[in-house]
Nanobody, 123 residues
Framework: QVQLVESGGGLVQTGDSLRLSCAAS????????MGWFRQAPGKQREFVAA????????YYADSVKGRFTISRDNAKNTVSLQMNSLKPEDTALYYC????????????????WGQGTQVTVSS
């Protein structure tokens, strides 16, 4: 089992930055692909970013490419999402996720989830 705990959400204005963090426990962190997803009210959960086990590969949704950066620290069992130039459409509940397989974007195929942290961007 893997436990994931997110932190760092909040209320910001358009153009501001936020850094989300996710602390993992219960398994060998370096064996897991890590990702961030988000879900806005009335919408399906969508892929935001993912990072490979070593951190050598990253993948982003087109909507956040160039603004968000995912990173991981295998020594501290953490994964982060640096979000810059935030827009109102980035408002959502952000989830940290983990899986044992390859890096994919389909939320239904991720194995472990955190409880989420709210990000609200005001215009």
């Amino acid at each position: 089992q893997v436990q994931l705990v997110e932190s760092g959400g909040g209320l910001v204005q358009t153009g501001d930055s936020l850094r989300l963090s996710c602390a993992a426990s219960g398994s060998t962190f370096s064996s897991l692909v890590m990702g961030w997803f988000r879900q806005a009210p009335g919408k399906q959960r969508e892929f935001v970013a993912a990072i490979s086990r070593t951190g050598s590969s990253t993948y982003y949704a087109d909507s956040v490419k160039g603004r968000f950066t995912i990173s991981r620290d295998n020594a501290k069992n953490t994964v982060s999402l640096q979000m810059n130039s935030l827009k109102p459409e980035d408002t959502a509940l952000y989830y940290c996720a983990a899986r044992s397989g390859v890096l994919i974007t389909d939320a239904h195929r991720w194995d472990y989830w955190g409880q989420g942290t709210q990000v609200t961007v005001s215009s």
